[in-house]
């Protein structure tokens, strides 16, 4: 078999489905996209974290589901309803945001972000699930069901900086952008509610079933899941380098041309570029195959990290600087479609039915959890080796910063490359 798409059916879901699947990504990914592209900027800016602070938070951010696979993975695959499961989740978690909100010290924004990553994360693993389970054509229908949660992740930002944020500066500016949290805490809360009125998804009700993670952790002796896993972990660390970073680092182009709060705006390039990518992912694999198209998702978190890298290594004035950095996160489209959205869809390939939870979130976990993690700590440690003064003074060696990234995603692209195999293992319906 080779590794392109073979259509799983030729039937289509009702658009009736397709519309209440699209809805939950849209609010799924709104949740997220309010608050993330400028939770460093602003723990930084208004609460006073040092660089290793502001990694450590964003560490928070994915440290929750170390356990998914074994408890969420579990509960999903033999005990409750997936949509259930979610409801509780983000209506907790939503709670937990508006906490954030009210908070300003270092360590309880930390340990609630923590917390809130326990319940959020896993989600965004079961919203993928629960749409791959009543999808009747995943591999062509996933991908724009999916571009709904890219636009819910695009939106927050022009209701955020156009409206909340319009012509503040200084350190009003950098207190008002707390409204992100509570506007993320309050749709959490939406989202809960919407839960319960997605398709029911039960447990997977079975005699012969065996305990998922164990089935699923002996899958890792295969090379193709190995691999996959392994190069993930360290394409997790990059991405969330690029999370933890970004908005810091607009802000620094920002200043040099003395212009207010478009760190958002500017981040949802990305997703704009995103959404054309996922809408002709399906054909994109079907032409290239799993292997090349993860290996273009690989090559573009590389580039993008060289062309953030020339920002202030070379002497540009102001608009070049804010094209090259716009141009470099334009290619975010292609990381995360290409590379982490084609990945989901390759482990739902290969999953036997009745652990597809449990597949789902041990490669989030490893992805999100382990991967981010690791990531939000290097990259602070690095922040701090690269960063002199404090305050107002604080200088940072961007340059250095973003090529340390690069030669990680090098590393995995070489990896991926030699040791990935081009063809499509034999999955048994089990």
Known sequence: MNDSIQPTSSVYS??????????????????????????????????????????????????????????????????????????????????????????????????LGTAYSILY?????????????????????????????????????????FWWLRGLQGESLDRARAFAFALSGIVGVLMAIYCLTLPRTPAQQREDRKYAPGVVISMLRSRHFFVLILVSFF????????????????????????????????SSVGQIC?????????????????????LLGITAYLLRCLLFSLVFGLDLPFAGKLALAAAGQALHGFCFGCFLAVAYMYVDRIAPRDVRGSMQTLYGTFVIALGFFAGGMVSGQI????????????????????????????????????????????????
């Not at 579990?74 to 908070?103: K, P």
């Not at 991908?143 to 709904?148: A, E, H």
């Open 235 to 266: 394409i997790a660390m990059a991405h969330q380098f690029v999370v933890v970073w970004y908005s810091p680092f607009v802000r620094a182009i920002l200043d040099t041309g003395d212009w207010g709060a478009y760190e958002q705006s500017i």
């Open 121 to 161: 994360v896993p989600t965004m693993m079961l919203s993928n699930s629960l749409a791959f389970q009543h999808l009747k054509n995943s591999d062509m229908e996933f991908p724009w069901v999916r571009l709904f949660g890219t636009l819910g992740y695009i939106i927050p930002a022009y209701v955020i900086e």
């Open 14 to 111: 009702p658009f009736p489905l397709l519309s209440r699947l699209s809805l939950m990504m849209f609010l799924q990914y709104f949740v997220q996209g309010a608050y993330l592209p400028i939770a460093s900027v602003y723990v930084q800016d208004a609460l006073g974290f040092t660089s290793m602070q502001v990694g450590i938070f964003s560490s928070a951010l994915a440290v929750g589901p170390f356990l998914a696979p074994f408890v969420i993975g579990q509960i999903v695959d033999r005990m409750f309803a997936t949509e259930r499961v979610m409801a509780f989740c983000h209506l907790a978690g939503g709670l937990l945001m508006l906490a954030i909100y009210t908070q300003a010290q270092v360590w309880p924004v930390i340990l």
């Open 383 to 430: 922040g701090e080796w690269f960063t002199s003064g404090a305050g107002e003074a604080i200088r940072r060696d961007w340059t250095s910063i973003w090529l340390s990234c690069a030669g990680l995603c090098a590393a995995c692209l070489v990896v991926f490359a030699a040791y990935f195999p081009k063809k499509l293992p034999e999955t048994s319906e089990t």
């Open 274 to 294: 995103e959404l054309g990518v996922l809408a002709v992912l399906g054909l994109l694999i079907k032409r290239l195959g799993f292997k090349w198209t993860m």
